[in-house]
């Protein structure tokens, strides 16, 4: 029952529907391993299932993205040529880790609703049905949460 949620969000991430059913596949036979060899305590299935889908889908990506890198850097004649020099991102990894130490001062629902709302892009009803909550109360807590990430980051 929780398959068609997870391949949606998959699908979402990879941008291919046969890929996410076999992204969802893999988390769920990791889970299901996990629990055979450890047996776990786990108190919210669905959060853990989406954190395993969401661990795959990354895996996924990361495989797939430098694949697409050399296919753009070929020329015509079929050699890759590399780039002349590395871009600059430092201002991007800083921008990375205000947000990083801003959402972990957020109180733990407020930064469970942001990260699965604009991380994860789940509808509020998918993320709703994960955190166990009311749609309502999904909104009201990525509301909180994105004014004081505002907040924070603007004093930042």
Same mark, same amino acid.
């Given at each position: 029952?929780?398959?068609?949620?997870?391949?949606?969000?998959?699908?979402?991430?990879?941008?291919?529907?046969?890929?996410?059913?076999?992204?969802?596949?893999?988390?769920?036979?990791?889970?299901?391993?996990?629990?055979?060899?450890?047996?776990?305590?786990?108190?919210?299935?669905?959060?853990?299932?989406?954190?395993?889908?969401?661990?795959?889908?990354?895996?996924?990506?990361?495989?797939?993205?430098?694949?697409?890198?050399?296919?753009?850097?070929?020329?015509?004649?079929?050699?890759? *040529?590399?780039?002349?020099?590395?871009?600059?991102?430092?201002?991007?990894?800083?921008?990375?880790?205000?947000?990083?130490?801003? /959402?972990?001062?957020?109180?733990?629902? *407020?930064?469970?609703?942001?990260?699965?709302?604009?991380?994860?892009? /789940?509808?509020?009803?998918?993320?709703?049905?994960?955190?166990?909550?009311?749609?309502?109360?999904?909104?009201?807590?990525?509301?909180?949460?994105?004014?004081?990430?505002?907040?924070?980051?603007?004093?930042?």
């Amino acid at each position: 029952d929780r398959m068609p949620m997870l391949v949606r969000y998959a699908a979402r991430k990879v941008g291919d529907h046969g890929r996410a059913e076999d992204v969802v596949q893999r988390a769920f036979e990791k889970v299901l391993r996990r629990q055979r060899q450890d047996s776990p305590e786990i108190s919210n299935l669905d959060a853990y299932l989406l954190t395993a889908t969401c661990n795959e889908v990354n895996r996924e990506l990361r495989s797939v993205i430098p694949d697409r890198q050399r296919l753009v850097a070929e020329d015509d004649s079929g050699h890759a *040529e590399l780039p002349s020099q590395r871009p600059d991102v430092s201002a991007q990894v800083a921008d990375a880790l205000a947000v990083r130490a801003a /959402l972990a001062e957020l109180p733990p629902r *407020e930064r469970e609703a942001v990260v699965m709302r604009l991380q994860w892009q /789940l509808s509020v009803a998918e993320a709703a049905e994960v955190m166990h909550l009311s749609s309502g109360a999904v909104k009201r807590y990525t509301a909180d949460g994105l004014r004081r990430l505002r907040e924070r980051l603007a004093a930042a």
